[in-house]
């Protein structure tokens, strides 16, 4: 069954990367939640995606988001920078069942698996990417999956994905039509939505 993730949250309707917009997407019926996370200068793990300025405003803290999903949903954790990622699995321990760590960068991800090997990782592709081969890219810093963005899904891709047995992690999908083929669609192993409750009630229907 296609994992339906909401993209930081059930943010359609509630601020990103907040505690409210975790717990909508929880009660919503999100099989995982993607956030982005950054550590301040002081140290702290908090989830927010655009750059930290030099006196952040409060931020909800990546134990906080484990602690409202454990039980109840999976984590996409989006490493936003690299370097802290000893610091990022300890705070994750014990390791929640199904985790996945993503990145832009591959060194994050390559220290990940040095790190974690058991843990599951998603090199994420930007849009306008237009060469090469994902999967050998993403081959090159151990990440099991390949995370595109919807506008870099094609054929060719979806038939790597299906002969390579390995599905892929599409965002940012919120057109009903498209994420109904997309839940429908053997390539794809998970779709990233703002909407998660019309990815659910479309997998129902």
């Not at 094609?154 to 599409?170: F, K, M």
Request: hydrophobic share 45%; with cysteine.
């Amino acid at each position: 069954m296609t994992v339906v993730c909401a993209h930081r949250g059930a943010s359609a309707h509630l601020p990103d990367n907040s505690v409210e917009a975790f717990q909508a997407a929880i009660d919503l019926g999100a099989d995982a939640i993607e956030a982005d996370l950054r550590r301040t200068a002081d140290g702290r793990l908090v989830l927010e995606h655009d750059p930290l300025p030099s006196d952040p405003p409060p931020l909800p803290l990546l134990a906080e988001l484990v602690a409202i999903a454990r039980g109840h949903v999976r984590l996409d954790i989006e490493l936003k920078e690299a370097g802290y990622e000893r610091e990022v699995l300890e705070a994750l321990h014990p390791l929640p069942a199904g985790l996945l760590i993503s990145s832009f960068l591959p060194s994050a991800l390559s220290a990940v698996r040095e790190l974690e090997p058991a843990v599951e990782t998603a090199l994420v592709i930007a849009p306008g990417y237009g060469w090469g081969d994902l999967f050998d890219r993403a081959d090159g810093c151990g990440a099991g999956l390949v995370a595109p963005h919807i506008s870099l899904l094609d054929d060719r891709l979806r038939t790597a994905a299906i002969e390579r047995g390995r599905p892929l992690v599409v965002w940012t999908v919120n057109a009903p039509a498209t994420l109904y083929d997309l839940l429908a669609d053997p390539a794809v192993g998970w779709v990233i939505t703002d909407v998660p409750e019309v990815a659910v009630q479309l997998r129902h229907s």
